[in-house]
């Protein structure tokens, strides 16, 4: 799967744009504040359809404009598909995916799967768990749509439960009642734990196969899921309940529930060495590349297609040489790559667009 093609219309700095991508590596080389995040940003909220940068969707239309719309046309193995995202000033943002509309935002994911990198994603290591959660949630719910909606049905039961922590007047009350919504959590919460841990199952060796190699074999990444760790979903659903009922007394005194998948984490370390506290910023870096890489093989993997892969400003970040081993990494996938510089040294097969002033034009081959 690759995408074709990209048209964007009064979105963001950019009046109108139309560009055909290649199949592999694309360079969108341009200074400062001209457009190449914008450009990424397009396809991410058409893959996702939210954008990375914010919840405001309305600051995604060109300013003194009343509307926007993106359109993408993917190839896949055996046909093409066209989505289009309209967003309004005045109304919600909607969504056609071969000219029909689509009713919710669980129809779109995983249509056309990207891995996004960008500068701020170093916070997948950095900063804290919440974001850790969240790189689990979004890849899984790509992969498996009923993830998505098993994580909008937890937030509602957990918000439930929440309340009624809160609003109990006595804690005997409290007991008698909570009981309805221990067992409902517990039920939803256990098969998105265990859906968190295949996916770190899977993701773990081409992780740390891929960092080796980046790293020329100096650094050995190793990651874990840090929450409730067992075999099977009853497994885990009889020790969620357990701890609900352990927890009850201290959670009715906080008034929210301290124990499941909305308060695990994801340990990641470097020569045995937990980065999210102790790595250098270059190896927080490489770790979430690293990452990210492993997520495009774990798609490849499920779902027999290629997801693509979208890097904003990541090859500045790395030293020539574990830049050229990491363009080798990606060399089979289409990635949509931005930069301030790039040489064509570091790949010679690669598409190469100037972006200035909201205006891309594609570089002739030499
Ligand atoms: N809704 C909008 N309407 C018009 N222009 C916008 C809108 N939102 C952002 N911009 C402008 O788009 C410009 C380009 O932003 P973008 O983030 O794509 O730059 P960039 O090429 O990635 O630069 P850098 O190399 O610094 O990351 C910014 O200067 C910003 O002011
Ligand atoms: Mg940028």
């Given at each position: 799967?690759?995408?074709?093609?990209v048209?964007l219309?009064?979105?963001?700095?950019?009046?109108?744009?139309?560009?055909?991508?290649?199949?592999?590596?694309?360079?969108?080389?341009?200074?400062?504040?001209?457009?190449?995040?914008?450009?990424?940003?397009?396809?991410?909220?058409?893959?996702i359809?939210?954008?990375?940068?914010?919840?405001?969707?309305?600051?995604l239309?060109?300013?003194?404009?009343?509307?926007?719309?993106?359109?993408?046309?993917?190839?896949?193995?055996?046909?093409?598909?066209?989505?289009e995202?309209?967003?309004?000033?005045?109304?919600?943002k909607?969504?056609?995916?071969?000219?029909?509309?689509?009713?919710?935002?669980?129809?779109?994911?995983?249509?056309?799967?990207?891995?996004?990198?960008?500068?701020?994603?170093?916070?997948?290591?950095?900063?804290?768990?919440?974001?850790?959660?969240?790189?689990?949630?979004?890849?899984?719910?790509?992969?498996?749509?009923?993830?998505?909606?098993?994580?909008?049905?937890?937030?509602?039961?957990?918000?439930?439960?929440?309340?009624?922590?809160?609003?109990?007047?006595?804690?005997?009350?409290l007991?008698?009642?909570?009981?309805?919504?221990?067992?409902?959590?517990?039920d939803?919460?256990?098969?998105?734990?265990?859906?968190?841990?295949?996916?770190?199952?899977?993701?773990?060796?081409?992780?740390?196969?891929?960092?080796s190699?980046?790293?020329?074999?100096?650094?050995?990444?190793?990651?874990?899921?840090?929450?409730?760790?067992?075999?099977?979903?009853?497994?885990?659903?009889?020790?969620?309940?357990?701890?609900?009922?352990?927890?009850?007394?201290?959670?009715y005194?906080?008034?929210?529930?301290?124990?499941?998948?909305?308060?695990?984490?994801?340990?990641?370390?470097?020569?045995?060495?937990?980065?999210?506290?102790?790595?250098?910023?270059?190896?927080?870096?490489?770790?979430?590349?690293?990452?990210?890489?492993?997520?495009l093989?774990?798609?490849?993997?499920?779902?027999?297609?290629?997801?693509?892969?979208?890097?904003?400003?990541?090859?500045?970040?790395?030293?020539?040489?574990?830049?050229?081993?990491?363009?080798?990494?990606?060399?089979?996938?289409?990635?949509?790559?931005?930069?301030?510089?790039?040489?064509?040294?570091?790949?010679?097969?690669?598409?190469?667009?100037?972006?200035?002033?909201?205006?891309?034009?594609?570089?002739?081959?030499?």
């Open positions: 799967m690759y995408i074709k093609n048209k219309e009064n979105f963001r700095n950019y009046k109108e744009c139309n560009v055909f991508l290649e199949p592999k590596l694309n360079v969108f080389v341009g200074s400062n504040a001209q457009g190449k995040t914008n450009f990424l940003e397009s396809i991410y909220l058409s893959s359809g939210k954008s990375p940068k914010t919840n405001k969707e309305k600051e239309i060109k300013w003194n404009e009343n509307n926007s719309k993106v359109t993408i046309i993917v190839k896949k193995e055996y046909f093409e598909e066209e989505i995202l309209y967003l309004r000033k005045d109304s919600n909607s969504i056609k995916i071969n000219g029909i509309n689509i009713r919710k935002i669980g129809d779109l994911i995983g249509e056309m799967p990207v891995v996004y990198f960008a500068p701020d994603e170093i916070g997948l290591v950095k900063d804290g768990p919440a974001y850790r959660r969240r790189f689990m949630d979004i890849d899984i719910s790509q992969l498996n749509k009923n993830y998505f909606y098993l994580l909008c049905r937890y937030e509602k039961v957990l918000n439930e439960r929440n309340k009624l922590l809160k609003q109990t007047k006595t804690f005997e009350n007991f008698e009642t909570i009981d309805l919504w221990d067992i409902q959590l517990a939803i919460a256990s098969k998105i734990i265990y859906c968190r841990l295949s996916f770190i199952d899977s993701i773990k060796i081409p992780a740390k196969e891929t960092h190699n980046i790293t020329s074999n100096e650094e050995e990444l190793t990651i874990n899921y840090q929450g409730i760790n067992l075999k099977s979903i009853e497994q885990i659903r009889e020790k969620l309940y357990k701890s609900y009922k352990d927890k009850l007394k201290s959670d005194e906080l008034g929210f529930t301290s124990v499941g998948p909305h308060r695990d984490d994801l340990e990641i370390k470097i020569n045995n060495i937990d980065i999210r506290n102790f790595g250098s910023q270059g190896q927080q870096r490489l770790a979430t590349l690293s990452l990210k890489i492993a997520e093989c774990l798609f490849e993997k499920q779902t027999g297609e290629k997801p693509i892969l979208l890097l904003d400003d990541v090859l500045s970040e790395l030293d020539q040489k574990r830049c050229k081993n990491f363009l080798k990494q990606i060399e089979n996938y289409q990635t949509i790559l931005t930069t301030t510089k790039f040489s064509r040294k570091l790949g010679q097969n690669s598409a190469i667009f100037n972006v200035r002033q909201a205006v891309i034009t594609k570089q002739k081959k030499v």
